[in-house]
C-alpha cells in the first residue's frame, strides 16, 4: 500500500472520529502540503529510517512553503508526529512488517536569544511608570523586578513608552 493511501485511511477512520477540530485541521494540512507530496508515493514498506531522516533534513532547509528557507524545529517535530502516528498504527495492524520511525533523530530546537533592559533603560521605565497618573502601571515595575513578562506588562509599557514620547515634545 502506498503511504498516501494508508494516511487517508489513517486519517479517516482513527483521526477524524476521535480527535479534536483544530487537530483534525492540523493533521490535515501537514498529510495534503507535506506528506503526500513528498512521500506519498512511497510503499509503506519502503519508508526507512534513512528516507524518513533525509525528509527530516530537507524540512530543515528547505520546507517552509512560502519562503522556500527550512521550518523551524516545532514545526518540522509536529510533522514528525503526524509520520510516526500512522506509521505505529500501520505497524499494529500488520500493514507494516516493522516499525522503525521511533530510529530517526528529532531536530533540537534552538533557544531565542533574549534581549535584556539596562539599569538604566530600568530605571528609566520604572521612573516613568511611578510617575505616571494611571495606577496601572505598577504592573510594569513589578514585572521588571520580578521577571515577569505578560503581553498586559508589554502593553502596559508601550502605553507608557508612547506617552512619555508625547510629554517630551
Known amino acids: 500500500m502506498k503511504y498516501k493511501d ?54 530543515m532547509q528547505s520546507g ?22 500512522s506509521l505505529k498504527l500501520a505497524y499494529t495492524l500488520g500493514e507494516l512488517k516493522e516499525y522503525t520511525t521511533d530510529k ?21 521605565i520604572e521612573q516613568a511608570a511611578l510617575s505616571s497618573k494611571k495606577r496601572k502601571f505598577i504592573g510594569i515595575v513589578i514585572c521588571l523586578y520580578s521577571g515577569c513578562v505578560s503581553e498586559n506588562c508589554l502593553r502596559l509599557l508601550g502605553q507608557i513608552l508612547i506617552s512619555r514620547k508625547e510629554r517630551l515634545r
Do not use: M
Open 6 to 59: 494508508w494516511l487517508d485511511v489513517w486519517f479517516a477512520n482513527y483521526i477524524e472520529p476521535s480527535s479534536k477540530t483544530k487537530t483534525c485541521e492540523r493533521y490535515s494540512e501537514i498529510i495534503e502540503k507535506h506528506l503526500k507530496v513528498k512521500l506519498g508515493e512511497y510503499e509503506l514498506e519502503e519508508l526507512s529510517p534513512i528516507v524518513i531522516q533525509k525528509y527530516i533534513t530537507e524540512l
Open 104 to 124: 530517526i533523530r528529532l531536530p533540537k530546537t534552538k533557544e531565542k536569544e533574549v534581549s535584556c533592559f539596562s539599569l538604566a533603560e530600568q530605571k528609566k
Open 64 to 85: 517552509n512553503l512560502t519562503t522556500g528557507k527550512g521550518l523551524a524545529a516545532n514545526s518540522v517535530n509536529r510533522i514528525i508526529t503526524v509520520i510516526q502516528n
